[in-house]
C-alpha cells in the first residue's frame, strides 16, 4: 500500500533525524499501519526511544518491536560494576530504593523487591535501563497495596478531570482488585500516555492494562 510506504519512509527519517537513536542496524517494516523495528542497537535505552520517535510519525497505529541490544567493545561492563551503579542510581531517584534488589547476569539486570507506588516500580526501570552495558532489564518489583481497590477509580476519574487534555476523552476506566483497564479512543499518542500515568500514580496499582486506541 501506498501509505504503508510513506509510513516506512517517514519512520526511517524519524530515526535518522532523532539524536537520541543511532539508526544504522535498525530495519523497519509497516503493514496496514503497524509498524515493526527489528535489528539492533548500541544501547537498551535505545529500544524505547525508537518506539517513542515510531510513535511520533503521522498514520502509525502501533508498534512492534524485535530490537536487540549489540554492546561496542567499549561499553562492556562487568555485572558487579553494573549492579554497584544501579545501587547507586536508585538511591537518587527513587525514593523506596532500599526495599529494591539488584542482581546482573550478563549485562541482564533485574530489579526485585517491593514498593508502595506504581510510580516508584516504573522510575526504578527507567532509571537502570539508561546505564551503560545493560542489555535487558526485568521488573519484578512489587507494589505494596496502600489503599482500597475500591477508590481507585475514583481518584483516576478526577486526576482525569483535572487534566484539560483529557477532560473531553471518551476513556473508560475499569478497576479489578488491584489491576486498572484503560478503554476508550483518544486524538493522539501523548493523551494516552497521560491517561496511563494518572493510573499508575494512583496507590494501590499493580498493573495497568492500556487498551486505548488513536481514533
Not at 109 to 138: D, F, H, I, M, P
Amino acid at each position: 500500500m501506498d501509505t504503508d510506504r510513506t509510513i516506512r519512509s517517514n519512520v526511517e527519517a524519524e530515526l535518522d533525524f532523532d539524536p537520541s537513536v543511532d539508526a544504522k542496524g535498525i530495519g523497519v517494516a509497516v503493514k496496514d499501519g503497524i509498524v515493526t523495528l527489528s535489528g539492533h542497537v548500541p544501547s537498551y535505552a535505545q529500544i524505547f526511544a525508537s518506539e517513542r520517535a515510531v510513535q511520533r510519525v503521522k498514520d502509525v497505529k502501533a508498534v512492534a518491536q524485535d530490537l536487540k541490544v549489540r554492546l561496542p567493545g567499549t561499553s562492556q561492563h562487568a555485572d558487579d560494576e553494573i549492579a554497584r551503579r544501579a545501587a547507586n542510581i536508585l538511591k537518587w531517584s527513587v525514593g523506596s530504593a532500599p526495599t529494591i534488589k539488584v542482581t546482573v547476569n550478563g549485562g541482564w539486570v533485574t530489579l526485585s523487591g517491593q514498593v508502595e507506588w506504581g510510580y516508584q516500580k516504573q522510575s526504578a526501570e527507567s532509571a537502570v535501563r539508561q546505564l551503560g552495558g545493560v542489555t535487558g532489564v526485568s521488573n519484578m518489583i512489587a507494589i505494596k497495596p496502600a489503599v482500597q481497590p475500591s477508590k481507585v477509580k475514583e481518584a483516576i476519574v478526577a486526576a482525569m478531570k483535572r487534566n484539560a487534555e483529557l477532560e473531553s476523552s471518551a476513556i473508560s476506566v475499569a478497576v479489578d482488585g488491584s489491576t486498572v483497564t484503560l478503554t476508550g479512543k483518544v486524538k493522539a499518542w501523548h493523551e494516552r500516555r497521560m491517561a496511563e500515568n494518572a493510573a499508575w500514580a494512583i496507590p494501590g496499582v499493580r498493573e495497568v492494562q492500556d487498551r486505548i486506541t488513536l481514533g
